[in-house]
Every structure is written in structure tokens, then in C-alpha cells.
């Protein structure tokens, strides 16, 4: 079994900037083991819609909406995935997801919400 941990989520003004992070645990040996791992996000009343990805091997990937702004990284020590959230705008308010993807399994954080707001 697999578990990730969302945090970092909260509530900031336009224009700032927030970092989440993504803790994995359980029955892996590292976060290299994953094929992927990314964000996903969904706002109210909206379809989950793909954030950002990082491969196994380093490659990113980011919807054309966040591109400039997020960042995705990891800290491999840590079993941890991390997006970096700058220029933040108000259609960026939604619940944010980390995702892991292993040999066909899908795994889910419980999310963490994101709010930008005046």
C-alpha cells in the first residue's frame, strides 16, 4: 500500500505564492519506483484536470494554464514531490492532488486546498 500526504495548502492573495508538498509512504523503496508523479486539481463544479507531472527519470510536464508560474520538483531523500505555486491567480483556487502512478496503480492524496483571494 501506498499513501501520499498533501500540505501546504491555504489562502493567499493574487499575485503571491504558495508551495505544496507531497509526502509518500509504504510499500515502495523510493519515489523512483513510480513510473510518474504530478498534480492534479479540481475546482468546484469542474472536472480533476492535470496540474503538472515529473517522470521517473526528471522530465516535467505542465498544463499550458500554470506554465511560468509552477514549478514541479522533488527531494528524493524525503519521498517527497513539491509544487512551487508563484503568480498565483484567483482561477487557481481549487483542491490540489498529488498522484502517483506505479506498473498500472494508481494512487491519490486525500488533497489540500488552495484559495486565492483578495
Known amino acids: 500500500q501506498v499513501q501520499l500526504v498533501e500540505s501546504g495548502g491555504g489562502l493567499v492573495q493574487p499575485g503571491g505564492s504558495l508551495r505544496l508538498s507531497c509526502a509518500a509512504s509504504?510499500?515502495?523503496?523510493?519515489?523512483?519506483?513510480?513510473?510518474?508523479m504530478g498534480w492534479y486539481r479540481q475546482a468546484p463544479g469542474k472536472q480533476r484536470d492535470l496540474v503538472a507531472t515529473i517522470m521517473r527519470g526528471g522530465s516535467t510536464n505542465y498544463a499550458n494554464s500554470v506554465k511560468g508560474r509552477f514549478t514541479i520538483s522533488r527531494d528524493n531523500a524525503k519521498n517527497t514531490v513539491y509544487l512551487q505555486m508563484n503568480s498565483l491567480k484567483p482561477e487557481d483556487t481549487a483542491v490540489y492532488y498529488c498522484?502517483?502512478?506505479?506498473?498500472?496503480?494508481?494512487?491519490w492524496g486525500q488533497g489540500t486546498q488552495v484559495t486565492v483571494s483578495s
Open positions: 509504504g510499500s515502495f523503496f523510493n519515489i523512483f519506483d513510480f513510473n510518474f
Open positions: 498522484y502517483a502512478h506505479r506498473d498500472g496503480v494508481h494512487y
